[in-house]
């Protein structure tokens, strides 16, 4: 238990919440009768995983995408990143049911909030609407008139934020809401925010009624304990969360991924989803093949390299490995500059001299460093670590391997 508590304060779930959830696992705990087939320990933490995913939900929660438009609004605090969320979740609506989404620009206090939306939707290539620094609430009016003319399907209106809750404020939002009559409310919030995310949640549905919540920038270090404390203190839904600041970093929320999270257990599953998306699985094929046949040479590293590039940040996927706390892979910091360098070395040489590493003595050496831009020791340096690894994986296949510990 003192572990679990551990765990879960470290993830940033509020204190109150802790004590409640670590008395009601206990309470199951005691008097479960163990199989002796398992091992107890291990049934504490299936106990433990259960009671987490109960408590975050269950099951992900849909979008209410009824209407003609179906009506979303999106609403948060300054920061919170909600109008990066408005166009990801804008995308990801459109891949995923093929329908027409409109963005709608009612922040018009915000410097260049106006133009950031357009700019995404330019990106994205999604009309935004948007009267400039009209009044926010005949801007969305509208827009839904707008949007029944033209045939769109989806509108999603990004609105004011504010660096804390005010009546101006809700004030505002209410009209809006008055207004437009939307089937979902969700709230952005910032998953790095702590404590202080409860005091904005419980402000925000005071007068808005949310429908849902959507936690950003759950790519860094913070293991998302956020979550647990607002889905227990409020039973408001968490909708999507922000995986990547790319307009395809959102997925909808998963409980059972994230109660793994909150302990530090990993999420293999987003790990795997991410290589599906990534890696070229007949590339994937070949470069095994040549793995186990003991012909890996620079040009296959060199690709292998640019798919796990495609997967986004080294050190979010290595946080995803389960027990990558306790190998200490969530302190490893991986300097995207010295992956380039390691690039900008295998690219300056020569197709022949990547299928065939022996073949690069002194005087190939200095070339390389030149056209890379790196020195002689750093070209030695990446030769003498792609051999090692050569080795290893010929260890690994004839079964002789040891971990160096």
Wanted: aromatic share 4%; glycine share 8%.
């Amino acid at each position: 238990m003192k572990e679990v508590r551990l765990a879960l304060l470290e993830a940033d779930v509020n204190y109150k919440v802790v004590k409640e959830f670590t008395n009601e696992v206990k309470e199951k705990a005691l008097g479960e009768e163990v199989k002796k087939s398992i091992n107890p320990g291990d049934l504490f933490v299936k106990i433990v995983n259960d009671e987490l995913k109960e408590l975050l939900g269950g099951e992900s929660a849909p979008l209410n995408l009824t209407g003609y438009p179906a009506i979303l609004m999106l609403v948060g605090l300054q920061g919170s990143g909600k109008t990066t969320t408005i166009g990801k979740l804008s995308n990801l609506l459109r891949k995923k049911h093929s329908k027409k989404p409109l963005l709608v620009a009612c922040d018009v206090y915000r410097p260049a909030a106006i133009d950031q939306l357009k700019q995404i939707g330019k990106q994205l290539n999604i009309p935004v609407y948007e009267e400039g620094k009209k009044d926010p609430v005949e801007i969305s009016k509208n827009a839904i008139k707008y949007a029944k003319e033209n045939g769109y399907d989806y509108v999603l209106i990004d609105t004011a934020g504010r660096l804390h809750i005010d009546d101006q404020l809700m004030d505002e939002l209410d009209n809006i809401y008055n207004e437009v009559n939307p089937k979902e409310v969700l709230l952005v919030i910032d998953s790095m925010m702590g404590q202080d995310a409860i005091n904005v949640i419980q402000g925000f549905n005071e007068r808005l009624k949310l429908t849902g919540v959507i936690l950003t920038k759950l790519d860094g270090d913070t293991r998302g304990g956020v979550a647990l404390s607002v889905r227990h203190l409020t039973n408001v839904p968490i909708k999507f969360i922000g995986t990547s600041e790319k307009m395809d970093g959102i997925d909808h929320f998963d409980p059972e991924r994230m109660a793994g999270r909150i302990l530090g257990m990993g999420d293999i599953v987003s790990l795997v989803e991410k290589a599906e998306e990534a890696i070229d699985q007949k590339e994937a094929e070949k470069t095994a093949k040549k793995l186990q046949n003991g012909k890996f040479d620079l040009e296959d590293f060199l690709s292998s390299m640019k798919q796990i590039k495609k997967m986004g940040p080294l050190e979010s996927l290595l946080k995803l490995i389960p027990g990558a706390s306790k190998m200490g892979l969530n302190n490893i910091k991986v300097d995207p500059k010295q992956l380039a360098k390691i690039e900008a070395i295998i690219l300056s040489m020569t197709p022949s001299e990547r299928r065939n590493p022996d073949i690069i003595k002194a005087s190939r050496k200095t070339r390389i460093a030149k056209g890379s831009g790196s020195s002689v020791q750093e070209v030695n340096k990446l030769l003498t670590q792609f051999e090692q690894m050569k080795k290893m994986m010929k260890q690994m296949k004839n079964g002789n391997f040891k971990m160096p510990f």
